[in-house]
T-cell receptor, first 120, second 114 residues
Framework: GAVVSQHPSRVICKSGTSVKIECRSLDFQATTMFWYRQFPKKSLMLMATSNEGSKATYEQGVEKDKFLINHASLTLSTLTVTSAHPEDSSFYIC????????????????FGSGTQLSVL | AQKITQTQPGMFVQEKEAVTLDCTYDTSDQSYGLFWYKQPSSGEMIFLIYQGSYDEQNATEGRYSLNFQKARKSANLVISASQLGDSAMYFCAMREEGAQKLVFGQGTRLTINP
């Protein structure tokens, strides 16, 4: 099946530093990628939708200057948590949509394995 | 606006028994897709099954089946012959055709007892 690689799987950083998380679709081109945040024992909350070559669409309440998303190619999207603080500690997970080739989303989204961010 | 509701925070089932995980949804769209994902403790999201709103047959994938009742707006997941490895969080999700994003329910933690 299709594979989405997310890296790193775990990162610990000091408060005030920036952290970049990569999401790569390994065997398909992803017209759209999504970034989710998940708190312990909670559901996945969509942060933003990114389409290759255009600006990301952020969900209400998500700071776009704090969470920078770049979808530079059809196989790579990055999420940068800028000036991270302890409240940014969370599990971040990306998903990729291969699309249908007819401008519509596919029936299945493929997920990365997630990144556990801990900000000290 | 779309909304997904999973009313069972936790379920405990004996190994080899069947289990039904509830999911109801709310949408004004006629065309939409319903998904179930499994999330083990490792955190990865594993796709289980998909049901399109226009699909006449209930979806099945091995031990997983989806009990789709369109009029009641429910899309329950049925796992037959449960196994210890089925212990995980299970999320129901919906995607409206006009929207790109996938919206998740609150999740149900399933524990299979030996």
């Amino acid at each position: 099946g299709a594979v989405v690689s997310q890296h790193p799987s775990r990162v610990i950083c000091k408060s005030g530093t920036s952290v970049k998380i990569e999401c790569r679709s390994l065997d398909f081109q992803a017209t759209t990628m999504f970034w989710y945040r998940q708190f312990p024992k909670k559901s996945l909350m969509l942060m933003a939708t990114s389409n290759e070559g255009s600006k990301a669409t952020y969900e209400q309440g998500v700071e776009k200057d704090k969470f920078l998303i770049n979808h530079a190619s059809l196989t790579l999207s990055t999420l940068t948590v800028t000036s991270a603080h302890p409240e940014d500690s969370s599990f971040y997970i990306c998903s990729a949509d291969p699309g249908t080739g007819r401008g519509k989303g596919s029936k299945k989204l493929f997920f990365g394995s997630g990144t556990q961010l801990s900000v000290l | 606006a779309q909304k997904i509701t999973q009313t069972q925070p936790g379920m405990f089932v004996q190994e080899k028994e069947a289990v039904t995980l509830d999911c109801t949804y709310d949408t004004s769209d006629q065309s939409y897709g319903l998904f179930w994902y499994k999330q083990p403790s490792s955190g990865e999201m594993i796709f289980l099954i998909y049901q399109g709103s226009y699909d006449e047959q209930n979806a099945t994938e091995g031990r997983y089946s989806l009990n789709f009742q369109k009029a009641r707006k429910s899309a329950n997941l049925v796992i037959s012959a449960s196994q210890l490895g089925d212990s995980a969080m299970y999320f129901c999700a919906m995607r409206e055709e006009g929207a790109q994003k996938l919206v998740f329910g609150q999740g149900t933690r399933l524990t299979i007892n030996p």
